[in-house]
Structure formats: structure tokens, C-alpha cells
């Protein structure tokens, strides 16, 4: 298991910005995929976008040119920079080391941070 610690969420308002940040623990988790998701209120846990250790990254279409994730793996560390946030991503995210990241798409460990709640007022 790697340690994963989430920060940067926070109140903002419709069309503004935030970074989260994803601190791991251990240097194998700089050869893993990392994964940000989110769950809103009475909503399923989705994939909202993640990276594979080269660089290469998937995103949800709800999120594309508005949200990007990256990775310092001398820091490993994962970020996700949010712009243009709406009241609909109101939600707990979450960081996630992952098991596989190909073609497919991104598979998950079952490997959480804690999260950090993100609220966007309108």
C-alpha cells in the first residue's frame, strides 16, 4: 500500500481555481498510475483523470479543457489543477495509486487517500 494524502480542496466560486495536491509515500509510487476521483452528494465515485507514470493522461469528458492532472515523481507527488470550476463539481476527490494504465484506460488499486472537499458556489 502507498500512503496517499490529499490537500488544496477548499469553498470557491463558479469560475474559479483550485490545485489539488497528492503526497505518496515510498518511492514505488513514482512507477505507479495515479488517479484522481470525485464523489458529489448522492452521487457513484467516478474517475475524474489520471496519469500514468510516462506522463500520459486520460480525463472525464465533463472535466476535459478545464481540469489537468500532473505528476512530479522527484516529489511524488500528483496534482490536479482545476479552472473554471462549476457548482457541478462539488465533490469529496480523492487520490488513488492504481494498478494499470494502458489502452484500456486506468484501473484502480484499492488505494485511497482520504480526501479533500472541494465546494463551488454559484
Known amino acids: 500500500q502507498v500512503q496517499l494524502v490529499e490537500s488544496g480542496g477548499g469553498l470557491v466560486q463558479a469560475g474559479g481555481s483550485l490545485r489539488l495536491s497528492c503526497a505518496a509515500s515510498?518511492?514505488?509510487?513514482?512507477?505507479?498510475?495515479m488517479g484522481w476521483y470525485r464523489q458529489g452528494p448522492g452521487k457513484q465515485r467516478e474517475l475524474v483523470a489520471a496519469i500514468s507514470s510516462g506522463g500520459r493522461t486520460i480525463y472525464a469528458d465533463s472535466v476535459k479543457g478545464r481540469f489537468t492532472i500532473s505528476r512530479d515523481n522527484a516529489k511524488n507527488t500528483v496534482y490536479l489543477q482545476m479552472n473554471s470550476l462549476q457548482p457541478e463539481d462539488t465533490a469529496v476527490y480523492y487520490c488513488n495509486a492504481g494498478i494499470l494504465f494502458n489502452s484500456g484506460g486506468y484501473y484502480p488499486a484499492d488505494n485511497w487517500g482520504q480526501g479533500t472537499q472541494v465546494t463551488v458556489s454559484s
Open positions: 515510498g518511492t514505488i509510487s513514482r512507477i505507479r498510475p
